[in-house]
């Protein structure tokens, strides 16, 4: 299992000056602590990646920041828990992400069912259950990020 005292913010980019990201991370805040070995993958595999941490800052367009940080990353990690299934934003951000046809990872927190505005976009992907910590799931997806990021680097410089 990665370390879970790496910083949440080590490759983080919230900046939405600096959109330089290659993984954006959909989760709830109220899993904050569950995905912090999440982000600790992506610091070891060296992976600029954008996340909420703290929220938007007052006078920004949230909904604008968001978009473009989907718009221009290469990867979405929608964190699936029981609150950010219940998240309108979450949902948004998954909907926007299908819309842009990004490649989606769902990483369940729990065995909670997706939202059902979200469900047909992700009930045929596989999934990464990292429910029970087993280290099995967390090198998937550190093998699966570090696949999906090659194949994407390899399609946009054709």
């Given amino acids: 299992m990665p370390n879970p005292d790496i910083p949440i913010d080590d490759k983080a980019n919230p900046n939405p000056d600096e959109m330089d990201h290659q993984v954006f991370i959909s989760y709830s805040r109220k899993d904050s602590e569950a995905v912090r070995p999440i982000c600790g993958i992506l610091n070891e595999l060296n992976v600029k990646y954008w996340i909420d941490i703290d929220g938007i800052y007052s006078g920004d367009n949230y909904k604008e920041i968001i978009?473009?940080?989907?718009?221009?990353?290469?990867?979405?990690?929608?964190?699936?828990?029981?609150?950010?299934?219940?998240?309108?934003?979450?949902?948004?951000?998954?909907?926007?992400?299908?819309?842009?046809?990004?490649?989606?990872?769902?990483?369940?927190?729990?065995?909670?069912?997706?939202?059902?505005?979200?469900?047909?976009?992700?009930?045929?992907?596989?999934?990464?259950?990292?429910?029970?910590?087993?280290?099995?799931?967390?090198?998937?997806?550190?093998?699966?990020?570090?696949?999906?990021?090659?194949?994407?680097?390899?399609?946009?410089?054709?």
């Avoid at 964190?79 to 299934?85: G, I, L, Q, R």
């Avoid at 992907?125 to 997806?141: F, Q």
Wanted: hydrophobic share 30%; glycine share 6%.
């Fill in 67 to 158: 978009g473009h940080a989907i718009k221009e990353t290469d990867l979405v990690l929608f964190v699936s828990s029981v609150n950010s299934n219940s998240s309108k934003n979450v949902t948004k951000e998954i909907g926007l992400a299908d819309k842009y046809g990004k490649t989606i990872i769902p990483v369940r927190l729990d065995n909670s069912p997706y939202n059902p505005k979200i469900d047909y976009d992700l009930n045929s992907i596989d999934c990464i259950d990292i429910s029970g910590g087993n280290p099995e799931m967390y090198e998937k997806l550190r093998k699966t990020v570090r696949a999906r990021l090659v194949i994407s680097c390899s399609s946009t410089k054709k």
